[in-house]
């Protein structure tokens, strides 16, 4: 199946794409967050559909998409994880996945506008494969690992490179702008992708392709990611694994590394996860309204000035007798 939330921001309802139409499947489920995940919703909506899909609402081709998954617990991304990215930006092959995270509040819309951050000069892409867990996940092996996994997806890894590198400190705080993790534009089940370790994934900004590349140059695959985090923390269902990017960034430029700016359009996708496409735009303070004029103050009426009085003559003193 291919899952998708659409409506407004905040607003978004559970469908899918079934037989080339987009259902609302709302009337099963509510949303696509950790408790669908976890009381195997992905297997009773399967079900569920076989005997409704015919009932259930036709979602307009217009309709805006969502995120294809509702803000999970983490988001967990891999950093250097292609070989011939490692390369591009000077940086040793990792002998152990990288591992930092990427605010949740990022999350937004595979087609919704890229803000770019205030006081951002080095705004950069990153189209990368998403893993979605599909249930509670604690030491696994790698031999298990995929079968803890609901599904895949599209993810733009926006980054600002000057936070993230030259700023000191964690990734993250380059990673977790607002509109930095369009993610979709749908979540394709686990049982329908034969081999994440086999996709085209390519991206592309103003229509020239910068990034084109395969899943098979990772360093370390999906199994043993899943199964190294497992090591560490608890994954929730509904958590979102980022893979990592390959070559092709703005960062990797030579001589000149080349970055966002208003006005650029990226579109990227995977090979049987489907696409997106963001116009970025300069951030814009939000309800920031012109102040109202002042209203004129009110002239108060001009008094006329009372007449002049006559000088007040004494009477004489009178002469005594």
């Known amino acids: 199946m291919k899952l998708i939330r659409f409506g407004k921001v905040g607003a978004e309802k559970a469908g899918v794409i079934h037989q080339g139409q987009r259902l609302d499947v709302s009337a099963f489920a509510s949303n696509y967050d950790e408790a669908f995940f976890a009381d195997g919703g992905v297997k009773k909506l399967a079900a569920w559909l076989k005997k409704n899909a015919a009932s259930c609402p036709i979602v307009p081709e217009r309709t805006r998409l969502g995120s294809c998954v509702a803000r999970p617990s983490k988001i967990i991304c891999i950093g250097l994880n292609y070989r011939k990215h490692a390369i591009e930006t000077n940086a040793p092959i990792p002998k152990e996945p990288i591992v930092f995270f990427k605010a949740t509040s990022a999350l937004t819309g595979p087609n919704d506008g890229l803000t770019i951050p205030k006081n951002s000069v080095k705004s950069d892409w990153e189209v990368e494969l998403a893993i979605v867990i599909g249930k509670k996940t604690q030491y696994v092996s790698e031999k298990d690992a995929l079968s803890y996994v609901a599904g895949y997806c599209v993810h733009n890894d926006y980054s600002e490179r000057e936070w993230q590198i030259e700023r000191g400190g964690q990734w993250v705080k380059g990673k977790s702008a607002d509109t930095f993790a369009p993610i979709g534009p749908w979540l394709v089940t686990a049982d329908e ?111 006329k000035a009372a007449p002049a009085k006559a000088p007040v003559k004494k009477a004489a003193a009178k002469k005594g007798k």
Request: hydrophobic share 40%.
């Open 193 to 303: 992708v034969k081999d994440p370790q086999n996709l085209l994934l390519w991206l592309e900004v103003n229509g020239e392709r910068v990034q084109n590349s395969n899943t098979s140059d990772m360093i370390f695959n999906c199994a043993h990611i899943v199964s190294y985090l497992s090591q560490f923390m608890t994954l929730l269902p509904g958590d979102i694994i980022t893979t990592g990017t390959p070559e092709g960034v703005g960062l990797g430029f030579k001589p000149v590394p080349r970055f966002i700016k208003p006005g650029d359009v990226i579109e990227l996708g995977i090979e049987g996860l489907g696409t997106q496409k963001q116009k970025a735009s300069a951030w814009k303070a939000e309800g920031k309204a012109a102040a109202p004029k002042k209203a004129a103050a009110a002239k108060a009426p001009v008094k």
